[in-house]
């Protein structure tokens, strides 16, 4: 070769330096090019337009129980049984496969591509393990594929085993007892030399396997850290988990097929797990944008994920009960494990920066606050995504909840997300499946049996005091004992019935344990049907969730107001305790009072003073009722403050009410207000300065902060007692879901006003030329701050029974000035414009102010947004 080279004639050899020496003169400028490119990608976001290519470094893709190699649209070669016998070691194995299976085993989370994998099969009978040997030690796909299908011998759904990797356990008694379903697993897992996966069948029974992957995934796939949920920790060593991934969705899109994934993953559409699908818009969106610097690249999701999404949409709104609602996707998991979530967010609606903000919510908490994806990414159609850790401890019904909606003080309100990846997290055994670890010991369960034991010992202490009581009351029992319906008149300690202290005279004998109680007289339920002439429907003066409410005349000629609770009800016999206790506890001049009660015969009766003006709501929208004038509504607001003050400051823990409402504020012959309605009531937790409790209340009135975190706090109170506020300002239902978007929501549209400087245009127009505007002022603020978003905003009841009472005296000292020609300073209607819609007019608000409200939140919808007045 090199006397060949110096054969060459000389200009043509010096043509051919020169021409190698340009060569390599270009290649050297086009490293530079690339250099410089790889830097600019580095400090700014680069354009996509190809699925970028991942050449996995381990990569054993095998079609358990094939005979050939099997070829996957996507490129993906499986091996067959004899190309891939290396990889396993069991004692007795066969082989199964089937000609077809069913359609009614497909679903559009099983590419058709990949429906071959399920055809064939690998049966063991005794302990088998597949061992890969692994390349670059880290986090690896391990991918299994179970269909049952048909052998002679052995019946697939009948198989329960394990299948461990290493010190982890990824199923625990497995069993796939339909033919009707593919069940397909992905985890994520460590591996250091090795990988190995034992299959081991449960006495007497088999284990099967039809394909399986083990692939290494890519550095930047996964974090070693995450947020917390709720915000404020950071959970490290995300590497050390064993992760099942249990959903994949592409929001707003289709069905993304491995072949269109960079890692050969499958999104499904979100459909299925969107609870308020008519509140979605799906968007599109292309020329998506990366972050390589910051490990966002097209392997942490394809484009297809970015490039759509679901955005709140406008046009449904009057479905949502609300000016503000939360997009919701809610998905069943194992309550007993802990989950990383992976949103995808990528700002396709927006026509410039910094247009959208939004706040994320997991199972009601705050996951990230006020999120911008504009300085996320620095630019439009950037890609972006975020992971959070939700603790077993925050999963109460057996579900997750994503939530993203606006914040309270977006401009246009607006929430996007464009993919969701929810991932179980291995427990302290090392499992995804179960309490069981890869040896087969259960852990915890010597401490969970001493728990059970001590409990055991505890109940059966206190079985036997309860009967040693019985036994004793029985011995004691009154003579007439059998004339007495309500076993707890008598079937009580013997101590309790020593003295007779009632606070009221009654000719009943058996009310002197409720009155050495403190509870009150105890009424017969004959004494109650004589004061209702028989609970005559002509008696009735009001019905709510508890029962209807009747007027009565006990025997020395007393009006009182007797609630009788509806047979069969669990929620009223909680309120009918709760209802005693609390008023037991309670004597004040603004507090309506509990005269007694009756438990015979099942029944749940209440017996309270009676309220000649019944209550609040009615005066504010009844036809037939004269209106009050702003002087009365001040005074009345004044004294529910006052009853609320007592409940929030004295007893020792505090009270709150909880259902705070015009419905619940009741006045007397003087039209002296008084709160009543304690069945919801709770103590409060001083020490923890809240209660954790599921969420009760009534629609618009609900704290959102309550409901968002399920934390009751006195300021939950606050918040409803500021609509309250506004409802007796303007005279509209709190909630009106016939009217217009930013309308629908008493307390939006007041705060709408207010901070337009208008407060004006919301005041009832019966009233609005009487009231002064520096008492308008002091009211309408007091009131805007009891709607702050947060509890910790919020003024106390004393800061907000002040503010009331300075607004009565500006309002007082007003009238008495006779100022006939300088109306200044009294708020009119001359200014309202024609256009300017008002929505006390409509009689549907009317008909929505219904007392029929009340609500025990298991499932989120039809609230305003968990961010501003609580979500769906």
Not at 100 to 118: E, G, R
Request: hydrophobic content about 40%; glycine content about 8%.
């Amino acid at each position: 070769m090199g006397a060949d080279h110096h054969r060459l004639p000389r200009p043509l050899h010096v043509s051919f330096l020169s021409s190698l020496f340009f060569c390599l003169l270009l290649l050297s400028h086009a490293d530079f090019i690339l250099a410089e490119d790889d830097h600019k990608a580095s400090s700014s976001p680069i354009v996509s337009s190809s699925p970028a290519a991942y050449q996995p470094l381990d990569n054993y893709l095998v079609d358990c129980g094939s005979s050939s190699e099997t070829m996957l649209d996507d490129g993906r070669m499986f091996k067959s049984d004899s190309q891939s016998t290396s990889y396993l070691s069991t004692g007795e194995d066969v082989k199964a496969s089937v000609d077809s299976i069913p359609s009614s085993a497909f679903s559009n989370s099983t590419p058709s591509s990949m429906q071959v994998l399920y055809k064939t099969a690998r049966i063991f009978s005794s302990e088998s393990t597949y061992t890969f040997f692994i390349s670059k030690p880290g986090k690896h796909w391990v991918r299994l594929y179970f269909f049952p299908v048909h052998h002679p011998q052995y019946d697939l759904k009948t198989a329960v085993f394990t299948v461990n990797m290493g010190n982890y356990v990824l199923l625990h008694d497995f069993s796939v007892a339909s033919d009707t379903k593919l069940v397909f697993k992905e985890y994520l897992v460590n591996a250091t030399e090795r990988l190995s996966l034992v299959f081991k069948p449960k006495k007497d029974s088999h284990a099967f396997i039809n394909a399986i992957e083990v692939v290494s995934i890519p550095e930047e796939l996964l974090k070693d850290s995450a947020s917390t949920v709720p915000q404020g920790n950071i959970v490290n060593g995300l590497s050390n988990y064993a992760i099942e991934v249990a959903y994949r969705l592409n929001i707003g899109g289709p069905t993304i097929t491995p072949k269109n994934d960079t890692l050969s993953r499958t999104w499904v559409p979100d459909a299925p797990y969107n609870v308020f699908p008519q509140g979605a818009q799906v968007v599109t969106g292309s020329d998506i944008k990366y972050q390589p610097a910051r490990g966002i690249t097209q392997l942490i999701a394809p484009d297809l994920i970015y490039a759509s999404a679901e955005r709140m949409t406008t046009e449904s709104y009057s479905q949502t009960m609300a000016p503000n609602f939360n997009l919701t996707w809610v998905m069943n998991v194992d309550a007993s494990f802990s989950y990383l979530i992976r949103m995808h967010f990528c700002d396709i609606v927006s026509k410039s920066l910094h247009d959208l903000y939004f706040n994320v919510y997991i199972n009601g908490f705050m996951g990230v606050s006020g999120l911008d994806l504009s300085t996320e990414t620095g630019a439009l159609a950037g890609a972006y995504y975020t992971d959070l850790v939700l603790n077993a401890m925050a999963i109460t019904n057996g579900s997750i909840m994503v939530q993203v909606g606006p914040t309270s003080d977006s401009g246009l309100p607006n929430a996007i997300l464009n993919g969701l990846e929810v991932m179980k997290l291995s427990n302290k055994a090392n499992s995804l499946d179960g309490l069981f670890t890869a040896d087969g010991s259960f852990q915890g369960g010597y401490r969970k049996m001493k728990i059970l034991a001590y409990l055991g010992l505890v109940m059966g202490f206190l079985a036997m005091l309860f009967l040693g009581i019985i036994f004793l009351r029985w011995q004691k029992r009154p003579l007439d004992w059998q004339k007495r319906n309500s076993f707890s008149t008598w079937l009580l300690p013997i101590p309790i019935h020593g003295s007779d202290c009632s606070f009221l005279s009654s000719k009943s004998k058996s009310s002197s344990f409720y009155s050495n109680q403190g509870l009150g007289k105890f009424f017969t339920f004959n004494e109650l049907q004589n004061a209702t002439q028989n609970f005559d429907e002509k008696a009735v003066i009001g019905v709510g969730g508890f029962g209807k409410v009747y007027i009565g005349t006990l025997e020395d000629g007393t009006k009182v107001a007797i609630k009788r609770g509806d047979h069969g009800s669990e929620q009223g016999i909680n309120e009918f305790q709760t209802e005693i206790q609390m008023l037991s506890k309670l004597r004040h001049r603004h507090l309506v009072s509990l005269i007694g009660f009756c438990d015979e015969n099942s029944e749940m009766i209440l017996v309270y003073e009676y309220m000649a003006n019944g209550v609040l709501r009615d005066h504010l929208y009844g036809a037939n009722q004269p209106t009050l004038s702003w002087k009365q509504r001040l005074e009345i607001c004044i004294g529910a403050a006052r009853g609320l003050h007592y409940l929030h400051t004295g007893t020792k823990q505090g009270i709150i009410h909880r259902d705070v409402k015009t419905t619940n504020i009741l006045l007397d012959e003087n039209f002296d207000a008084k709160v009543a309605d304690f069945g919801l009531s709770k103590s409060a937790a001083m020490e923890q300065g809240h209660v954790s409790t599921a969420v009760k209340g009534s629609f618009g009135y609900l704290d959102p902060e309550y409901f968002r975190r399920q934390q009751l706090t006195e300021k939950s109170d606050v918040y409803s007692f500021g609509v309250v506020l506004f409802e007796v300002l303007s005279v509209r239902a709190v909630i009106c879901p016939n009217l217009p978007r930013d309308q629908v929501s008493l307390a939006e549209w007041a705060m709408q006003w207010h901070r337009k400087g208008m407060i004006e245009k919301i005041v009832d127009p019966k009233i609005a030329g009487s009231i002064n505007g520096e008492s308008l002022k002091k009211f309408a603020e007091v009131a805007e701050k009891c709607l702050g978003e947060y509890g910790v905003d919020r003024p106390s009841m004393g800061d907000v029974l002040w503010s009331l009472e300075y607004s009565l005296q500006l309002q007082v000292a007003s009238s008495q000035i006779d100022q006939p020609e300088d109306k200044s300073k009294l708020i009119g209607l001359e200014g309202a414009s024609e256009n300017d819609h008002d929505p006390r007019a409509s009689p549907a608000v009317l008909a929505a102010a219904s007392d029929d409200s009340a609500i025990t939140v298991g499932f989120q919808l039809q609230f305003p947004h968990v961010g501003n007045v609580s979500g769906r």
